[in-house]
């Protein structure tokens, strides 16, 4: 339940969390079971939907599905107590209609690999934040990935569960972090006369960096290059790095860990191109599901293959 009404502090508050996180609504409730209810609720979840909750989690996150007559389909958490992200497309059939996230102790979940299991099987994502308020992944905060974000009003003790310290993200280092980034890369190319982006990503497995090697008729064809493809017109570049590195490798991205740099090359449509490359860690590093090249190879610093000779100074640094 909530208070009838939008009014006086209540009105305050939803304005203040409206603006703290950056969304269109904010909704106050009696408490985060109730507030989950209501998610649940309003996201249409019904009779024989299947949502998939992580096993180790508060009762809440899952026990309103069985008032809506929903069923809750556990996977199993990672070392950090959150979702494991590779346990979640094992999970899905055709009666599943939404993955909830709990983002436990104060540690965020690996979203970007998550948003983009969700987007493949145009599944709904909703999130607990009641461990992690003001917590970010990948310069978000946690509860805005989402068609809904679930953050209660009690207090996380600061060592975390048992009295250790929860584990720093990676991604809380990403460059995307910074909400400038983008906007610096975008404005220093527009500067150069570049005419369009490319992201691509450094994968690695211990020492080894995966290469994928252009097929036959292709422009460029047999040079090795990184996971890489074409920024479209409106899309983000982090979103586009997600996004390209799954369709050519069948990989999910968990963290952006670093920008290492760019290079410019003129297309083989002639147009000045920005290659952008990000050190990435990936939810699983196989396998390799190729779609746009004929050949993959994992290889280590003192063999890599046939790559431009920008590619292998960047990678070589």
Known sequence: MRLPGRSGIVADLEDALQDYFGVRHAVTFSSGTAALHAT????????????????????????????????????ETGADGNIDPTTIEDAITPRTRAIMVTHLWGRPAAMLAIQAIAKTHNLLLLEDGSHSHGASHGGKKVGTFGLAGVSAGRAVHPRGHQGERPPQGAAMNSPFADPTFEDTIRA????????????AAVITDGDRMLFLRRPAGEFMAGLWELPSGKVEKDEGI?????R???EETGLRIDAVEKYLGHF????????????????????????????EHDAHEWAGPDEIPAVSDAVRELVTR
């Open 238 to 242: 982090e979103q586009a790095l997600l």
């Open 40 to 75: 649940y609720d309003a996201a249409r979840i019904k009779a024989g939907d299947e949502v998939i909750v992580p096993a180790w989690t508060f009762h809440a996150t899952a026990s309103p599905l069985f008032h809506l007559r929903a069923v809750p389909v556990l996977v």
């Open 244 to 246: 390209e590195v799954a």
């Open 264 to 291: 410019d090359y003129t297309s083989g449509s002639g147009a000045l191109t920005r290659q952008l490359t990000f050190e990435v860690t990936v939810t699983r590093t196989g396998p390799v599901t190729l779609t």
């Open 188 to 199: 220093a190319a527009e500067t150069d006369g570049v005419e369009r982006f490319v992201v």
